[in-house]
């Protein structure tokens, strides 16, 4: 009898450490961000009225919960795209014409050039993109509660609750853009410029609408410490230049567009591609000295007159 007893525990201690693992799963990707209601409505009520608002009233907290509920109560790894479409349509607004900026492999730099939608609207600075940023997380099956200790990546399953969000929240972006298309890639990239598959390849370009689109331009901008590794008419540039022109679109392609290199030469004023020549003049049309700026007073009165003519 006892040792019958002792192995009834055994198999008891098993099946509990077995269901436990189960219940306790971990994935390999970061848990849900702490505090993360705080945030998603912070930051809608901080783009509303400060960072845009000329989008008008939105109900914050009511976004929230769609986007809570889009994710919560389900399987991590069996969350669509079109769960979110309700948070999507309550968080939608314009995106004005001509100032649509999409990108691969520079998301740090788009955000610095677009300026939280002054110069561009990128995705990021859309409001449903906006509350979404940088942050991570996932629910559990048959659980009201956020999975704070690991979320699925992408290479555990495609379906996973950030990655079907990005995805929606693309579709929705390229179908809203409008008139000139800006298309911002990493020329020093190592997975190439323009990746395929990729959000851009596989999610935007198929959703632009066509008739509301009068060119698109692509800048390829490498790294200012990294490698030219692909340029405008080679290589996945040449691919997708190529791709965009065949579905009939009026396509421009620039290299190191200089806009953009005066903002990354901000954080490295004495590379030599950061030399001005004393062919490029300041607003008030005096020339500006020939080498390296190695002043930072210097380059950064520099680079406010240049950005003032040069940032279309």
């Known amino acids: 009898m006892k040792s019958l007893f002792l192995s009834l525990v055994v198999v008891s201690v098993l099946f509990m450490n077995s269901f436990s693992e189960v219940q306790g799963k971990k994935w390999k990707g970061e848990g849900t961000t702490k505090n993360l209601e705080s945030i998603v409505i912070g930051r809608c009520y901080t783009y509303i009225r400060i960072v845009n608002p000329a989008v008008g009233e939105k109900n914050c907290s009511e976004i929230w919960e769609a986007f809570k509920n889009a994710f919560i109560n389900k399987d991590p790894c069996s969350i669509l795209p079109k769960d979110y479409e309700l948070v999507i349509n309550l968080s939608l607004h314009t995106i004005p014409p001509n100032k649509s900026l999409f990108w691969e492999n520079n998301q740090l730099l788009v955000k610095s050039f677009a300026d939280r939608g002054r110069r561009y609207m990128s995705l990021g600075d859309t409001l449903f993109g906006f509350f979404?940023?940088?942050?991570?997380?996932?629910?559990?099956?048959?659980?009201?509660?956020?999975?704070?200790?690991?979320?699925?990546?992408?290479?555990?399953?495609?379906?996973?609750?950030?990655?079907?969000?990005?995805?929606?929240?693309s579709i929705t972006y390229a179908q809203h853009s409008s008139g000139v298309i800006h298309v911002l890639l990493n020329g020093s990239a190592a997975g190439g410029a323009y990746p395929a598959p990729g959000f851009f390849a596989d999610y935007e370009i198929p959703n632009l609408q066509k008739d509301k689109i009068s060119k698109i331009v692509i800048w390829v901008v490498d790294d200012?410490?990294?490698?030219?590794?692909?340029?405008?008419?080679?290589?996945?540039?040449?691919?997708l230049e190529n791709r965009l022109k065949t579905l009939g679109y009026d396509v421009t392609c620039t290299d190191n567009y200089k806009s953009v290199m005066f903002l990354l030469c901000l954080d490295y004023p004495d590379d030599p591609k950061c030399t001005l020549s004393s062919s490029v003049f300041s607003v008030d049309g005096s020339p500006l000295p020939d080498g390296p700026l190695t002043d930072m007073g210097t380059v950064w009165s520099v680079v406010v007159s240049l950005l003032r003519v040069c940032i279309c």
């Open 132 to 169: 979404g940023d940088f942050l991570n997380w996932c629910g559990q099956a048959n659980s009201a509660g956020l999975d704070y200790e690991s979320c699925p990546t992408m290479d555990e399953c495609e379906n996973n609750a950030v990655d079907s969000f990005w995805r929606m929240a």
């Open 224 to 239: 200012i410490e990294g490698p030219d590794i692909e340029s405008c008419g080679t290589h996945t540039v040449k691919i």
